[in-house]
């Protein structure tokens, strides 16, 4: 894409409301833009990561046999008033409509369970499990992480359901792994602890995701050797690693990226979702969910992926892979640029094309600094008379020059050597 | 997929509050769910053909070289106070949080005005175009007509931006002619008339795209040459085909698909969008919108074509195209239907794999006609014994049997020719 017909222009200030990283940076650069606190607009360069984020989680869930669906936001009160959650969830955001009450999905259990519960009778129709991948609402009293903590915000939601609790466990062990990928795949791989935590409102354990970064707002206890992690809240009953009983273990902050809970019957008794099993009697179907916030994952990649200049995005899910500038002043050079971006088009390459003429070259690194994609090329009059184009990758701090008959090969390979 | 895996069942009653075809035959053949009036999920068939929709959709909205973002669902009052339309706009679901006023956005002209306005400063950023996919709502009275009149409901809605009428007007025409090619592809193009209609809240005039239908909430009067019709709220000042001027107009009761309107300054004025031109004077920026309800195409697509048993997808948007029915009963021969269907699907087809074996023949076929998938394979004992397997296309009455080493090459010509 041509950058100068880009609808967004990069910004040198921003609204200093904004104090997180993630924001700062994804909005002086055009990705996001805060409509009111905790509430971003996509920009096009935003909703391409976005995009790549949940095109990345939906191929995950599908390698988990997951049938996706999509939940409705608007969610009456009753399956609320069933499980006892109207009054206790304080994130709600209720809605009035005559005499009627509503509310905006924070999560589905409430609507999930019926649904699903309402096609399963014997024991051949389990094990299922269903995601969505949908924005979702929750009325946070101060939200001030950017895109970490919104009031609407982007998140997939899996659930399965089960006949046995090991059934259930050996499908939680699956998503822990699968979930591992996604963070993998994302960037944050090495610094993503599995995290034991208490479960909240549903179950007396649950496991976080936890990504280190000096900015997050939970304090885990990591073991490095086994990429495992004890959050804060559960410290006193679990003082060691619980996997190698180590008790070295490392206090750092983090950011949630994920969570997981094994719900058991906390959801399906109050429905009544029952099957029968193999001697004919009734039994509580057991259910799992699985917790990832698209936005926020990106929100964190930013927090913790970025140097002074700008973002560092992940190639998989940068929004172009190449940025390709164009210093040339005289218009033969400016058609070879052109046929450089075409051939780079043609080649499968997803380029961002900074051919603006009304910008100095200061003003092109430093917006291609600040826009993060992993790989610059620079073509002006210099590169030009020796057939070549300038190379750097986001972190290098020298470019190298690269001659144009090898480039397409050369750009296949950097952009393999980083998946 | 196999269908024994799938997490929804056929059903033969459904609640007898949906009157609609549209409801009634989505939700018996398991592609949707009712929560509440107006509000449904999208089940796993269902949301693979509102996905195939929206794919259409914005490969249409690309080809306009118009850039995806995705704006907010939370709103506050104060665009819609700077627009006068917080009172006057009377389906807005208004939420009081605190002492704060938010709306749930039913379209979003507050939004992307001052949004996309923000980047434009002269000539030399317009003309731009903006679109998104997004889950829109409205508080419809009574809304009773399955997906064709949603209180939650996915939209497709595109803004355009430009320096004058003649630009504005060249692309509103481009937009008319890619809604055309969505309704082709959706196979509504000969029943789908551009329609001559009031400008409702915004402008004077603005154009609908109606497709005929029995039950159709609209009533049109359409000019059969010029595929062109004149709504009848306007036919008073319209009594002649706006293209041909012929006053031969037939009469036919529809379903609004798609609007579009010149809203030139309706927007920009209060939200002071100006740009400057060549002579560095100050302009307002002149707009025009384009809506096209995805979830209330999936609606109207189901509405007309359909016939008594079930649904009939075009080919293009139905959630698999082939139906692979296996009536086999011995061992041996199920493997070999299992064989079957791996050779189709690493032959690139989309297959539903009907292995059910507590399930008659009978059944079997009345799901599959219900479901709507276009080609139907029967894999039998009697076909098997002659190395074929018996064919049929949804809406054929008698079917043909294919030996199965030409199977593959014949698919792929029926789907083709169905394109």
């Not at 996604?182 to 496991?207: P, V």
């Not at 916030?293 to 929004?319: C, F």
């Not at 690194?365 to 790989?375: E, K, Q, R, S, V």
């Amino acid at each position: 894409m041509k950058q100068s017909l880009l609808v967004t222009k990069t910004r040198k200030v921003i609204s200093s409301q904004e104090t997180s990283i993630n924001a700062q940076l994804l909005e002086r650069a055009g990705y996001i833009a805060k409509l009111m606190a905790g509430v971003y607009t996509y920009l096009p360069l935003g909703l391409r990561v976005l995009s790549r984020i949940e095109s990345i989680v939906r191929e995950a869930m599908n390698s988990l046999e997951a049938q996706e669906i999509l939940m409705p936001a608007l969610q009456p009160k009753d399956p609320w008033e069933v499980t006892g959650r109207w009054d206790k969830v304080d994130i709600l955001y209720k809605i009035k409509v005559g005499d009627r009450d509503l509310c905006l999905g924070p999560t589905h259990e409430e609507i999930v369970t019926p649904l699903i519960g309402g096609y399963i009778h014997s024991y051949k129709d389990l094990p299922r499990a269903v995601y969505q991948i949908q924005t979702k609402f929750r009325n946070e009293a101060r939200p001030k992480s950017g895109l970490l903590r919104g009031r609407e915000f982007r998140m997939k939601d899996l659930y399965s359901f089960h006949t046995s609790e090991a059934d259930l466990h050996e499908y939680y062990e699956k998503v822990r792994e699968v979930y591992m990928t996604i963070f993998k795949r994302c960037g944050l791989g090495d610094i993503t602890y599995y995290t034991y935590a208490s479960g909240g409102m549903f179950t007396k354990y649950s496991h976080e995701f936890q990504t280190v970064a000096p900015l997050g707002e939970d304090t885990i206890f990591v073991c490095e050797s086994c990429l495992i992690a004890v959050n804060q809240e559960i410290r006193a009953d679990q003082p060691v690693c619980p996997n190698c009983s180590s008790s070295e273990l490392v206090e750092r902050t983090s950011i949630e990226v994920g969570n997981i809970f094994a719900l058991l019957s906390r959801f399906t008794e109050p429905f009544n979702v029952e099957y029968s099993n193999q001697e004919n009697t009734q039994q509580s179907v057991l259910m799992g969910c699985y917790g990832l916030g698209t936005s926020r994952l990106m929100g964190a990649i930013v927090e913790v992926l970025h140097d002074e200049k700008g973002i560092v995005w992940p190639v998989e899910i940068a929004p172009f892979s190449i940025h390709l500038i164009s210093l040339s002043r005289k218009p033969e050079t400016q058609i070879r640029a052109q046929e450089l971006y075409d051939l780079l088009v043609n080649g499968g390459f997803e380029v961002l094309f900074d051919e603006r003429i009304d910008c100095s070259a200061g003003e092109k690194f430093a917006d291609a600094d600040l826009m993060g994609i992993p790989f610059r090329l620079v073509f002006s009059e210099k590169t030009a008379a020796v057939d070549s184009v300038e190379f750097k990758g986001r972190t290098q701090s020298e470019s190298s020059l690269i001659i144009l008959s090898s480039l397409v090969e050369f750009l296949r390979n950097q952009i393999v050597a980083q998946k």
